[in-house]
């Protein structure tokens, strides 16, 4: 565990952090509890009791399938409303697995590492099976479905 960060800190950061910018760190009063905060936002997370956290906020692959759930559910909300169709209700459930049996009984290089991401998209209004099926085929659409189903190239370097 470091050092407890400080409010005045955490307002410095929020008052530093540049359009399109996200700052994450350490809370410093848990084990994992991390502070994000993107300018306007701040949010936590951590992990569970059961890895070692505090519980005090999502986990980060909780925190992803929250974006692409949200990105998912506000994609298919700005199409039905532009198209003018009748959606009450856009429910989107989201499971990140892995079946590393199942995954590589095939593969040759044996120990391979395949993620999963099930989404369940529940529409709920008076469509028709055609709207559905397009509003369908827009999640796929969804820009946080395509970054990750893209090749991403995460650059690191230290900081002073």
Partial sequence: ???PIEAGAIESLQ????KGTVVVTERGDGAFTQVMLDGRHVLLAD???EAGGDDRGPSPYRLLLMALGSCT???LRLYANRKGWPVDRITVRLR????YATDC???PEGNVQIERIERLI????PLDDAQRARLLEIAEKCPVHRTLEASVRV???LGS
């Fill in 15 to 18: 008052l530093s952090t540049g």
């Fill in 96 to 99: 990140h697995f892995r079946d």
């Fill in 73 to 75: 559910s506000m994609t």
């Fill in 155 to 157: 650059e690191s370097r």
């Fill in 122 to 125: 529940e529409l709920v209004g």
């Fill in 105 to 107: 009984k095939n593969c």
């Fill in 1 to 3: 565990m470091g050092k």
């Fill in 47 to 49: 992990e569970p009791k």
